[in-house]
């Protein structure tokens, strides 16, 4: 009996020190749907997507949308062969759904000399 009351009272202050973060209500997040283009169709698959300079995830057609807190926001996706986009945009709260389209721009490739027989 008294390990039981020893074992609630330390999950009872435990409880206590768990917090779920600071809350946020909807009218402070913004929606933001990115979708990232390769050119001539190419696969961007996995481009980095940073926001702030913290990296957010990878570039997917089914999660093309992010929550935001709402304000300026610096916007900047990397992709191997392709130059860095990067773009200072403003979130606006809840409700409005916002669509940043990004088409990929490659890096040019140096052509070698060809050489005359």
């Not at 202050?13 to 997040?29: D, W």
Request: proline fraction near 7%; aromatic fraction near 6%; charge should be positive.
């Amino acid at each position: 009996m008294k390990c039981t009351w020893i074992c609630l009272i330390g999950v009872a202050l435990l409880a206590g020190c768990v917090s779920p973060g600071p809350a946020m209500s909807k009218a402070e997040l913004g929606n933001l749907e990115i979708n990232v283009f390769g050119s001539q169709n190419a696969s961007v698959r996995g481009a980095d997507i940073y926001v702030d300079g913290l990296f957010i995830g990878n570039a997917t057609a089914q999660r093309p949308i992010l929550y935001i807190k709402r304000g300026e926001r610096k916007v900047r996706v990397e992709l191997a062969g392709y130059k860095p986009y990067e773009r200072t945009i403003h979130l606006f709260g809840d409700p409005n759904h916002q669509v940043l389209n990004i088409l990929m721009e490659p890096i040019a490739q140096e052509k070698q000399p060809t050489e005359k027989p």
